[in-house]
């Protein structure tokens, strides 16, 4: 039995089997099989020899529920969780529950061993991989262990494998911050005066409430933004290639005298 949306980028053949997907979550295998008997997993496609694979949108359901335990959900309760979602929700709609989840949490950072850093970083990690999640500050040598930033280790982990450079990451970060914070203290005046007049467990009741409201509305905005800038940058660059226009014939102006078409 197959599913259209388990695979590595939901268009790909499934590439994981179940060790690997264990391995990469930071479960064991019968946890896997366990959830997968309670419907919280789809079944895998089968390949060659019975052999079943695994993608990333089952990496992504791992990852959810592993944020919904840390929430103190019982196993009940996420299995209404998850029956509630939509259905044919990609991995990246999956990581978008799961940040969303995680805002509900406070900031947590802890002290953990090397080998705790890398069962939760849900894969083998070089020492160089290691510097570089210390360079984008998620975690922190303390001895022998780490503090670790445990609401952004396992999205540090998947920048490894994404084709920036370091230097391109971390300006990045600078950006988010920026413009996160000014986001953050422009709604924090617009909902200052909405309850100034109220008692203070008014208003810690509207925040817990807010909050992961204001959270899933930024993540949403942000997706549909990011997507609209980048369709228009492959909607240009695709344009420039039909009409045989190089990258040098861009000004800041725009397109130059030398490749303006006649």
């Known amino acids: ?6 695979t590595d980028s939901d268009t790909a053949e499934p590439t994981l089997t179940i060790d690997e997907l264990a391995a990469r ?36 359901r791992l990852a959810l529920i592993e944020e919904l335990q840390h929430q103190g959900m019982t196993l009940a309760a996420i299995e209404r ?79 490894l494998d994404v084709p920036l450079s370091e230097q391109a990451i971390l300006a990045a970060r600078r950006v988010l911050i920026e413009h996160s914070r000014a986001a953050a203290h422009e709604l924090s005046q617009l909902f200052r005066g909405e309850v100034s007049e109220r008692a203070e467990e008014d208003v810690k009741s509207l925040s817990a409430h807010m909050q992961p409201i204001v959270v899933q509305a930024l993540l949403t905005t942000f997706q549909r933004s990011l997507r ?23 000004s800041e102006e725009g397109v130059s005298e030398e490749g303006r078409s006649s």
């Not at 039995?1 to 388990?6: N, S």
Request: aromatic letters at 4%; a negative charge.
């Open 25 to 60: 979550a930071g479960v064991t295998v019968r946890t896997v099989r366990f959830y997968g008997t309670k419907g919280l997993l789809p079944p895998p496609v089968i390949g060659p020899r019975r052999v079943g694979r695994y993608g990333q949108q089952h990496v992504a």
């Open 81 to 159: 969780y998850m029956a509630q979602l939509p259905p044919g929700l990609s991995h990246h709609d999956l990581a978008i529950h799961r940040a969303v989840v995680a805002s509900w949490a406070p900031d947590t950072v802890e002290t953990v061993s090397a080998a705790e850093l890398r069962r939760r970083a849900g894969r083998p990690l070089t020492e160089d991989e290691v510097e570089r999640l210390c360079a984008m500050n998620v975690i922190r040598r303390d001895g022998e262990s780490y503090r670790v930033d445990s609401g952004l280790l396992r999205l540090a982990v998947q920048l």
């Open 228 to 250: 609209e800038e980048v369709h228009q940058w492959l909607d240009v660059s695709l344009d420039l290639s039909e009409e045989g226009i190089s990258e040098e014939g861009i």
């Open 1 to 6: 039995m197959t599913t259209d949306t388990d």
